[in-house]
């Protein structure tokens, strides 16, 4: 199982040196289909062809980090297998990246972007929005989610990604289990399995942490050592709300 390295490479290069952006480690294939939700972004930036994963929340629009922004982005959606042409599979170009307005003010902060699909998505029985959580409602340490993405399944520098949907079991941390440098407890959680060495880190960056049925996080840094950091979507709620009441036609 292989993509193009240049999918894998250009992603190491968003993030500063010794942090990275998103794999399934210590995890397992997913049941073909059972994550509806999950959206797969083919990005180009420049000549480089890069990989992220994001989230159906709506049927047009979709979430991910800011970090995977592009100069176009391509969402496949319905997939389990992204390297075939599924009849489950929708491709859809995206309209408009809406990056928050405070990323990039300070590093890792604010790590999260709505997507505008140029065309609606047809939702069925393999394609589905997934639920958002209460603002400011946090998920307490010991809470047991998972993830899913079609990123690296090997940390370091193997350079082999997935073909089909991973996922694996994770765990809510106290925020002093992540104790890097630029890591904010009021927008960033802390997640991540260190004794069994399960996480997410690169190629699965933008993909949603899954709590019950609901979407609490988005992949988005850590070292090559679980726990790794997530976007804390409840802190970001007025925002998604307010953006995507704005755009709607």
Same mark, same amino acid.
């Given at each position: 199982?292989?993509?193009?390295?240049?999918?894998?490479l250009? &992603?190491?290069?968003?993030?500063?040196?010794?942090?990275?952006?998103?794999?399934?480690?210590?995890?397992?294939?997913?049941?073909?289909?059972? !994550?509806?939700?999950?959206? #797969?972004?083919?990005?180009?930036?420049?000549?480089?062809?890069?990989?992220?994963?994001?989230?159906?929340?709506?049927? *047009?629009?979709?979430?991910?980090?800011?970090?995977?922004?592009?100069?176009?982005?391509?969402?496949?959606?319905?997939?389990?297998?992204?390297?075939?042409?599924?009849?489950s599979?929708?491709?859809?170009?995206?309209?408009?990246?809406y990056?928050?307005?405070? #990323?990039?003010?300070?590093?890792?902060? *604010?790590?999260?972007?709505?997507?505008?699909?140029?065309?609606?998505?047809?939702?069925? !029985?393999?394609? %589905?929005?997934?639920?958002?959580?209460?603002?400011?409602?946090?998920? %307490?340490?010991?809470?047991?989610?998972? &993830?899913?993405? @079609?990123?690296? =399944?090997?940390?370091?520098?193997?350079?082999?990604?997935?073909? =089909?949907?991973?996922?694996?079991d &994770?765990?809510?941390?106290?925020?002093?289990?992540?104790?890097?440098?630029? #890591?904010?407890?009021?927008?960033?959680?802390?997640?991540? /399995?260190?004794?069994?060495?399960?996480?997410?880190?690169?190629? /699965?960056?933008?993909?949603?942490?899954?709590c019950? %049925?609901?979407?609490?996080?988005?992949?988005?840094?850590? =070292?090559?050592?679980?726990?790794?950091?997530?976007?804390?979507?409840s =802190?970001?709620?007025? @925002?998604?709300?307010?953006?995507?009441?704005?755009?709607?036609?």
């Open positions: 199982m292989q993509l193009f390295m240049l999918i894998l250009p &992603v190491a290069s968003l993030l500063p040196p010794g942090t990275q952006a998103g794999e399934i480690i210590g995890g397992q294939e997913a049941q073909p289909h059972s !994550r509806p939700y999950m959206a #797969y972004l083919d990005i180009q930036r420049g000549n480089n062809s890069l990989l992220c994963g994001g989230f159906l929340v709506s049927e *047009n629009f979709v979430l991910t980090a800011a970090h995977c922004k592009g100069d176009k982005i391509t969402v496949k959606l319905g997939a389990h297998n992204i390297r075939e042409h599924e009849e599979q929708q491709v859809i170009l995206v309209g408009h990246q990056l928050h307005l405070d #990323y990039g003010k300070e590093p890792h902060n *604010n790590d999260i972007m709505l997507l505008k699909l140029a065309k609606r998505a047809k939702l069925n !029985r393999w394609v %589905k929005t997934i639920n958002l959580p209460h603002t400011k409602k946090k998920v %307490k340490p010991g809470r047991k989610c998972s &993830v899913a993405g @079609w990123g690296r =399944t090997v940390a370091q520098n193997n350079l082999t990604l997935a073909t =089909t949907l991973q996922e694996v &994770v765990e809510v941390l106290k925020d002093d289990k992540c104790m890097y440098r630029h #890591y904010n407890a009021s927008t960033m959680m802390c997640v991540g /399995d260190p004794e069994k060495g399960k996480d997410s880190a690169m190629g /699965d960056s933008g993909g949603p942490l899954v019950g %049925k609901t979407a609490q996080g988005i992949v988005s840094w850590g =070292t090559y050592i679980p726990p790794g950091v997530y976007t804390r979507l =802190t970001f709620i007025p @925002w998604i709300r307010a953006t995507m009441r704005r755009l709607q036609p």
